[in-house]
């Protein structure tokens, strides 16, 4: 039995070592540079790995790091005949995943293998997305470099050090869980400016839909002011508008999914109701638009005082949310979410997620988040009558009432 689980250790780690050693044979043969290892070579430095790590088991550790200077010396060895063969540096990146593929091995020897099975895609995936990154980097400006420091900064600077724990009266101020929901919308943002900036100008609806993962409000206005210039397009810029409504449900479901599992199960079910809805209508909508080019001014990546609005308004949230449910009890906490629907849904929706883990039930949550997300749509719809193009604003507006009214109706039922 022990050699069957032995034999399977050494079967897995070959087989990650062959999706390693496939990609990089494939770049070889597809003339994007140069390599000392393939499709064979991988799979046994995985091989190696392994069977070092075995061995440092069963005879002594110092086999295993014998292993990894022998590994290190060949691929050093292998490095310089390459470059002195073609004249010219050319990289080290096979190089630098033929020593992480040994490692890979170690850890499936050591009962690892889910941590070695991500690296081993994740290695994989940056490898095969050489062309893209090269490319995204040299479209990259100086800004957007300064911001994506920043949010570095914010996300594994200045977290780690906040304190996990609650201040005050009813416990209503915690540092870190505020500053991780300004790290996880930062995210959002970041993500989707990113998505945004790399496609580019491919229509309307995908502007739309992109622009809706960083601030579905945002795109909503951007295409009313947009509408009153452009009004033969209604059609598109309605669409975009709409389409960015549903990245905001997948926003909401994968900020609920991240911070409490039980609210994400809870609201999955309204959400795709609407979801579905927004679909169909979208579908009808594509149908009788042309393909339009269009984008959306890019705004900077990251800003710090957005940020810290937002930390200040979640918190502001989280306080008023946790006094109300000691003297007004459930009703109360439906009252915040109906007018903070108005000024944003996220932060809303995180700190009652959040409140579901301790004070609240799953049930209030996904009341709240829905009756916010509800209130949220309606003043999207009112800005795109009041900003927006006559016909523009009439067809958001009237769909905006229509699904605001069928999640009503789920409210009471689901």
């Known amino acids: 039995m022990a050699e069957l689980v032995l034999i399977q250790r050494f079967l897995v780690a070959l087989a990650l070592g062959a999706l390693i050693g496939l990609e990089r044979e494939y770049a070889h043969y597809r003339g994007k540079g140069q ?18 790590a075995f061995l440092s088991d069963l005879i002594s550790p110092w086999i295993l790091l014998i292993g990894m200077i022998l590994v290190g010396g060949v691929i050093l060895i292998a490095y310089f005949t390459i470059n002195e063969r073609v004249h010219r540096y ?15 091995g170690v850890l499936v020897h050591y009962e690892q293998v889910l941590l070695a099975t991500v690296l081993a895609i994740v290695m994989t995936l940056i490898l095969y997305a050489r062309s893209i990154l090269h490319n995204f980097a040299r479209r990259m400006e100086k800004k957007e470099l300064a911001d994506t420091l920043k949010f570095a900064v914010i996300a594994f600077v200045i977290l780690p050090f906040l304190p996990d724990e609650w201040f005050g009266p009813f416990q ?24 945004l900036k790399w496609f580019g100008e491919k229509g309307v609806s995908l502007a739309g839909f992109l622009g809706g993962l960083a601030s ?3 795109t909503t206005l951007s295409f009313a002011e947009r509408s ?38 809870k609201i999955l079910p309204s959400i795709s109701i609407l979801g579905v809805i927004v ?37 502001a949230i989280v306080a008023l949310t946790k006094i109300v449910n000691v003297y007004f009890s459930t009703r109360g906490i439906y009252l915040v979410s109906f007018f903070s629907g ?19 039930s799953v049930d209030v949550a996904h009341d709240g988040i829905l009756i916010a997300m509800l209130t949220n749509i309606l003043a999207k719809g009112g800005i795109a009558y009041w900003f927006g193009g006559r016909e523009f604003g009439k067809l958001v507006l009237q769909f905006f009432l229509v699904l605001t009214l069928i999640g009503t109706v789920l409210l009471y039922f689901l």
């Open 279 to 315: 679909v169909g209508f979208s579908y009808y909508l594509w149908k009788k638009t042309k393909k339009i080019k269009a984008k959306i001014r890019l705004a900077s990546p990251f800003t710090l005082w957005p940020a810290l609005k937002f930390a200040a308004l979640f918190a």
């Open 228 to 265: 009153q210039k452009e009004k033969t397009i209604f059609r598109a810029l309605s669409l975009g508008v709409i389409l960015a409504n549903l990245a905001m449900f997948g926003r909401l479901l994968a900020l609920a999914f991240v911070v409490n599992g039980d609210v994400f199960w």
């Open 172 to 195: 209503l101020f915690n540092p870190y869980v505020v500053w991780l929901m300004v790290v996880l919308i930062s995210g959002v943002s970041f993500a989707g400016y990113i998505a």
């Open 90 to 104: 050319v990289g080290a990146t096979s190089e630098v995943a033929g020593f992480i593929t040994f490692f890979i």
């Open 342 to 360: 108005f000024v944003d849904i996220d932060p809303v929706a995180l700190s009652l997620a959040q409140l579901a883990k301790t004070t609240i």
């Open 35 to 52: 390599s000392y290892a393939g499709i064979r070579t991988y799979p046994l430095i995985a091989l190696f790995g392994a069977l070092s």
């Open 216 to 218: 579905s409000t945002a």
